[in-house]
């Protein structure tokens, strides 16, 4: 189960070819649009330029939602809060949490990738496992800024409106229940997947960059499914959650290009279909 990957949001890489399809959707209905566009939340510095086809919704654009407020998220205190929210403050430590098989392989792992186990002991199980693949995007260079924040950092230079789909709590909320999951499971399940990494990220990227939806599903939608309530809360409620916010924006005047990771597109739960199936017309753009 590709775990790891879905913790980060991540999905992405560079093209062959000319013309090809971008994950950046057109979205109308009544004489009004919106963009949508699938994201990942950490790139490469070789993914950049990103497809033409974001920089065209932006310009169209002058306001921009993300997941939630990217502002308020990395201020000192918000992530101040979020630290507190994801450590044991009972005096518990993963080693008292996980199996004494797993926490094993959880110092093996540590220690092969010289990080201090006491770094890592008083996290929680979810909040850990991200912490573990931040590192591990870091020593494959693909811990960069983002497509998130780099239209963030643009909306910013240019004055142009920013808000969130859900708010910090409730953004809060989805890692939380990430750490309510069996312990065992999301440590050892990223600890498997570690060595995949570097070529999962060759599919994701490829398939986030043209745009495939369905290569996206195929890749990483099965997998969630094998754990109901992770796909459930990282997922479908959340899109499910979004959906009128997107559908108040046809009653505004100023377009808006609306910033999401890439899986929160793509499946029978994913906003794509939601959208159809309210009568919306998805026109992708191309490079």
Not at 83 to 97: A, H, I, R
Not at 152 to 174: I, P, R, S, Y
Request: a negative charge; hydrophobic letters at 45%.
């Amino acid at each position: 189960m590709r775990l790891l990957i879905r913790l980060l949001g991540i999905s992405l890489l560079l093209l062959c070819g000319s013309v090809m399809a971008a994950s950046v959707w057109k979205v109308s209905k009544d004489g009004h649009h919106f963009y949508l566009a699938g994201t990942v939340h950490l790139l490469s510095k070789t993914d950049y330029p990103l497809p033409a086809a974001y920089d065209t919704a932006f310009n169209a654009s002058s306001q921009l939602l993300f997941e939630t407020d990217l502002n308020a998220l990395t201020s000192p205190a918000s992530l101040t809060k979020m630290m507190q929210q994801n450590t044991y403050s009972d005096g518990k430590t993963l080693e008292q949490v996980l199996s004494p098989k797993v926490y094993q392989q959880l110092q093996a792992y540590a220690t092969a990738r010289e990080i201090p186990i006491s770094a890592i002991n008083r996290f929680k199980p979810g909040f850990a496992a991200m912490m573990l693949a931040n590192v591990e995007m870091q020593r494959l260079g693909a811990a960069e800024t983002g497509v998130d924040m780099h239209y963030m950092q643009l909306a910013q230079q240019q004055n142009k409106q920013v808000a969130g789909l859900e708010t910090l709590d409730e953004h809060f909320a989805v890692l939380d229940g990430i750490n309510q999951l069996d312990p065992d499971l999301t440590i050892s399940s990223t600890l498997d997947d570690m060595h995949k990494v570097k070529d999962q990220l060759v599919e994701m990227k490829q398939a986030w960059r043209s745009g495939d939806a369905s290569k996206l599903e195929q890749l990483f939608i099965a997998d969630l499914k094998e754990v109901p309530q992770m796909y459930e809360n990282l997922l479908v409620k959340r899109n499910q959650a979004w959906l009128p916010a997107l559908q108040a924006l046809r009653r505004d005047q100023n377009t808006a290009m609306v910033l999401v990771g890439a899986l929160h597109l793509a499946g029978e739960h994913g906003l794509l279909q939601l959208l159809q199936q309210q009568g919306y017309t998805l026109t992708q753009l191309t490079e």
